[in-house]
């Protein structure tokens, strides 16, 4: 059973009038940032600076991939309220208590709140994604259909995108003002509508870092790719788990960090 949810995603961009270089007036878009509280039974959880554009999404993949929850049917009621800044996400628990997962954290790289839990460091020794083979044909449709999406971007900049694949053909494109916060989107999707990663391409704009890794592991997805470059111990992770890596793919040119004899060179 589903739990029953808010629908209350923002416009993401607001007009404001900025001065050129010439000091010519000119109207410009500017990405909207909020912060958001997450309350689990009441227990604050953590707060994340967010665009608002998929705010229940965002939180059920935020507590599904920090390891808070394994089964959606564990969550009863997400709802958001924008006048407070908060969600408040109600359990089938009478009495929970998270302070367990709440004790250790790593702060990672990610822009604004990125954090992954310690003990998800641990889970991952014994992530193993399964194997899928891509042609190269196929990335490159996937990296001419995906400049389509990046909506956000173009009027604004100020963010990243996340987009999900079965091909290249597309599932579902998020943006938001971390990358972090696109992927738990993403995330919370997918376990939303019991999607499996078993055959599914993950795309983002951001650096390939461990947190990157991580989470496209625990989401069970072989494939992550990026126009962007990868750290030594997103490689490592990647390695770890077996996700085929893909860093600096824009247009026709793409580096594979891990997993090439997961890629079909055909052209």
């Known amino acids: 059973m589903q739990p029953e949810m808010t629908d209350a995603g923002l416009s993401v961009a607001k007009a404001v009038i900025g001065i050129d270089e010439t000091g010519a007036k000119r109207n410009i878009q500017l990405v909207g940032e909020r912060a958001m509280t997450i ?5 604050e959880i953590v707060t994340l600076m967010t665009i608002g554009s998929h705010p229940e999404l965002l939180t059920l993949g935020y507590l599904k991939n920090q390891g808070f929850f394994e089964h959606i049917n564990e969550i009863k009621v997400v709802q958001v309220d924008w006048q ?10 009478e009495s929970s208590d998270f302070s367990k997962q709440m004790e250790r954290r790593t702060v990672t790289t990610g822009c604004g709140q990125g954090t992954v839990f310690g003990r998800l460091m641990e889970k991952l020794q014994k992530i193993r994604v399964p194997e899928n083979h891509v042609r190269q044909s196929t990335l490159y449709a996937l990296l001419d259909s995906v400049r389509a999406h990046n909506e956000v971007y173009k009027k604004a900049g100020a963010v990243h995108g996340c987009a999900l694949y079965t091909g290249d053909q597309l599932e579902i494109f998020v943006e938001d003002v971390g990358r972090h916060n696109a992927v738990d989107a993403i995330a919370g999707y997918m376990w939303l509508h019991d999607i499996s990663g078993d055959n599914k391409i993950f795309y983002t704009t951001g650096r390939l870092t461990s947190e990157m890794v991580i989470k496209v592991s625990q989401m069970g997805i072989p494939v992550l790719l990026s126009r962007s470059g990868a750290t030594q111990m997103g490689v490592e992770m990647a390695q770890l788990s077996g996700v085929t890596l893909i860093s600096r793919s824009k247009g026709k040119h793409f580096m594979v960090l891990n997993g090439a004899q997961n890629i079909e060179f055909n052209q």
């Open 39 to 43: 309350y689990v039974d009441k227990q």
């Open 84 to 93: 407070t800044e908060s969600v408040a996400v109600v359990t089938t628990e």
